[in-house]
């Protein structure tokens, strides 16, 4: 064996640590998670259709099974098993002791002769078998070359896992199959099945039919954004029968992948109430939600006939789930309707709990002694922390990292899922133009996530079982967009989870993805761009002039741009494009080859006479909402499309808006403008009021006419028309204040969020 790449020793020799080094720089070797250690050699073995497998240990049926339904699919033929001792190119699967902590690891050898996998159990041989479909070619061939090489793997983790939600929209059987098979060629080995919540109960349970003919179905759903308040009118049902669940856990077996089935409760349980009231504080009526959030809506906790349910739920989703472990949710559990209904209240005199806290722990630890006595375990969300950890309950933290740490500091066992950045659900492009949970949660994002938090010691440490990226799909409502989000954050999330903290590198990373990109491509996927998307800001390039900055995460190739929707004379970018009129104004990433690798950014600017003014607040915005600072009041883009994108306001929280434009000389001004926001439901409120004044000294203001609100619902629009000569214009935006009793976020204040100030 020898070094192929001398740049990759001498970084070796640096690096000690760095045991595999030169697998990144090899066009053809760009394994996802990337292995321990990758020594290339000289040659290549051809695998045709007379190559034959040689199985020299047992039960290694389902490694053979995979590769063939890999190659039939993708190059169109199958490989013979053939005897023991047959001669000739061959793909050889054994055993060996291997003495890894973790079950899983394998040694793939690749000569003239044979490719040989060795694996510590049949979960090492898969794994062997998934590394060796990354070393294929991707183009159809029946004479598939690899090159000859050494590797040594095996993973960090013992709990690989991804998740998705069927309940805000399910998947067909056949297509949770693919989703399994794509979390198989990343070697994750659990499947996190969310199974219910407020918009539909999707398992059939033989003794509550009822969950399905009722909770299976939604009159209509949301459409756009949260808080649109918009519905499309068409029902939405779909369950998995007990079948066809069976199927799928089988299926997912086979490819050493457990699947772990979450019944959310006692929150999240609308589509149970809708079934059956009695479940329910209040008896009902209740309506299987339409819309996304947390409904106030939740199991009585007090009522011994919701934990009959419950247990009997449970008991039949246990035989059908193998499993160690089930989910039993516990997230997001409001406790309004506990602190009044008379039944919870007793139960919580009776059994002598403190609070309702107590009442959900209370609820969650008896639910936990059920699931023990079958010989189960409990996994929850981290909230199941609050009024008393369940003696054996294994966290998974969700709200950041908090819970997990609490968690393991009471030797407790964790699965690490924190919101940022493992929430695949998330935008990963601030370019987004379809619908998504919003946030910004890029690749490296996912990528540089350490699942051990440093503030554990060792000790605690070993608490840590993994973690698992988190597919939640209130706007994946077609498989094309749910591939769209998981790819290619998938091969980061698999990196995060099995690859050996020593070889988890984001430079050497992005070397490999887009031959990563590539493969998914080969593959048929749907994968996302984003990685090459540019990062578009706004600067002020001079008093009153702007400029459109552009800045490209890959470095080769270059940036090209428009000044027009035309298209017709595009650009090369040098520096931020000067905004001289209004306009829409496009720009793209191309490779060496002039060929566009990215999606194009379309950016619509509205020049007016306070655009790059210099301007000043009296207050400050909140900081989780002051993208931009004062300038993005200025900045010459305006939120359209009537959705929140955060990032162009600026959001007060109980506070006014007061904000002064120096214009840079007296003039005579025509109309002021204000754009804000409203989304009730995210306790963004419009202004109490708006006023506009005009001063020449920037120190004495008079009011100018009142303005009026001239557009929108969401989006609003003040305006005032006045004739007035001002240097200075002054614009004060009064806060909502205390919400109101019945609106969402009664009691707490106000946000206010507020756009461009524009003057003409
Ligand atoms: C969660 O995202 N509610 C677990
Ligand atoms: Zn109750």
């Known amino acids: 064996m020898i070094e192929l790449k001398n740049t990759s020793l001498l970084r070796c020799s640096i690096l000690f640590l760095m045991i595999s080094c030169s697998l990144y720089l090899d066009a053809q070797v760009t394994i996802v998670p990337a292995p321990v250690s990758v020594k290339m050699s000289k040659g290549e073995f051809t695998i045709t259709p007379q190559t034959t497998f040689i199985l020299e240990g047992s039960n290694l049926e389902n490694s053979v099974a995979f590769f063939n339904d890999y190659l039939q699919k993708n190059y169109g033929f199958q490989l013979k098993t053939s005897g023991k001792h047959s001669k000739g190119n061959s793909i050889v699967l054994n055993y060996e002791r291997l003495d890894k902590n973790i079950p899983g690891a394998y040694n793939l050898q690749v000569n003239g002769k044979e490719i040989y996998i060795a694996g510590d159990n049949e979960e090492g041989v898969f794994y062997g078998i998934q590394t060796l479909i990354q070393l294929l070619p991707i183009k159809k061939s029946s004479s598939l070359n690899i090159p000859q090489l050494s590797i040594e793997d095996y993973p960090r983790f013992e709990y690989r896992g991804m998740h998705l939600d069927v309940a805000r929209h399910i998947f067909s059987a056949d297509y949770v199959k693919k989703y399994i098979d794509w979390l198989a060629l990343h070697k994750i080995n659990k499947f996190h099945w969310h199974l219910t919540d407020d918009q539909g109960w999707r398992i059939e349970i033989k003794k509550y039919p009822k969950l399905t003919e009722t909770g299976s179905c939604r009159n209509q759903t949301l459409v756009g954004r949260y808080g649109s308040d918009t519905y499309d009118g068409t029902p939405y049902c779909g369950y998995y029968t007990q079948e066809q669940v069976k199927e799928i856990v089988q299926y997912a077996a086979k490819r050493y992948i457990t699947v772990i089935p979450e019944i959310d409760i006692p929150g999240h349980t609308v589509a149970a109430l809708t079934s059956y009231p009695y479940l329910g504080c209040s008896k009902g009526p209740y309506k299987v939600m339409e819309t996304w959030g947390v409904s106030p809506d939740v199991l009585c906790a007090g009522n011994d006939s919701t934990y009959t349910f419950v247990e009997n739920v449970l008991d039949e989703v246990m035989k059908l789930f193998p499993a160690p472990y089930i989910h039993i949710g516990g997230d997001e559990c409001p406790k309004e309707n506990w602190k009044t209904c008379p039944v919870c209240q007793k139960k919580i005199r009776d059994e002598q709990l403190k609070d309702e806290h107590e009442l959900q722990s209370y609820f969650t630890k008896r639910i936990e002694k059920f699931v023990n006595s079958k010989g189960k375990k409990i996994i929850g969300w981290d ?374 100030i524009e003057v003409k």
Do not use: C
């Open 383 to 756: 909230e199941i922390l609050e009024g008393g950890l369940a003696p054996n309950a294994v966290i998974m933290s969700w709200r950041g990292e908090a819970g997990g740490i609490a968690a393991a500091r009471q030797n407790h066992y964790v699965i690490m899922t924190p919101e940022n950045p493992l929430y695949i659900n998330h935008s990963q492009t601030r370019n987004e133009d379809s619908v998504t949970q919003g946030q910004y949660n890029p690749i490296e994002n996912v990528y540089n996530y350490d699942p051990v938090p440093k503030e554990l010691t060792v000790q605690q440490a070993k608490y840590i079982m993994g973690a698992q990226g988190n597919m939640w799909s209130e706007y994946l409502d077609n498989e094309k967009k749910l591939e769209y989000m998981l790819f290619p954050r998938l091969a980061a999330v698999a990196e995060v989870l099995w690859t050996a903290k020593q070889n988890k590198n984001w430079n050497e990373f992005e070397k490999r993805l887009p031959a990563i990109l590539n493969r998914y491509a080969f593959q048929g996927i749907n994968y996302s761009t984003a990685y090459y998307d540019l990062q578009p800001s706004v600067t002020q390039i001079s008093n009153g002039i702007i400029g459109w900055k552009l800045d490209a995460r890959k470095q080769d190739g270059h940036i090209i741009y428009v000044t027009d929707s035309t298209m017709n004379a595009t650009k090369t970018y040098s520096g931020p494009v000067m905004i001289d009129k209004t306009g829409n104004y496009g720009a793209a990433l191309t490779d060496n080859d002039n060929k566009i690798v990215s999606n194009w950014v379309w950016q619509h600017f509205n020049l007016n006479l306070a655009t790059g003014k210099p301007i000043r607040l009296i207050t400050p915005p909140n900081k989780n909402y002051s993208v931009g600072g004062s300038f993005s009041l200025v900045d010459g883009i305006q939120n359209e499309k009537g959705m929140l994108r955060s990032a162009q306001f600026l959001g007060f929280n109980g506070k006014d808006m007061e904000a002064v434009i120096d214009l840079g000389a007296e003039q005579t001004i025509s109309e002021i403008v204000l754009h804000a926001f409203e989304q009730k439901g995210s306790w963004i409120y419009k202004p109490a009021a708006v006023s506009f004044f005009s001063s020449n000294d920037g120190i004495n203001f008079q009011p100018i006419e009142v303005p009026v609100i001239v557009a929108g619902t969401k989006n609003l629009l003040y305006s005032a028309l006045t004739t007035t000569r001002t240097r200075y214009i002054k614009v004060l935006a009064k806060n909502n204040g205390i919400i109101a009793t019945g609106e969402p976020g009664a009691g707490n204040p106000s946000w206010l969020f507020a756009d461009e």
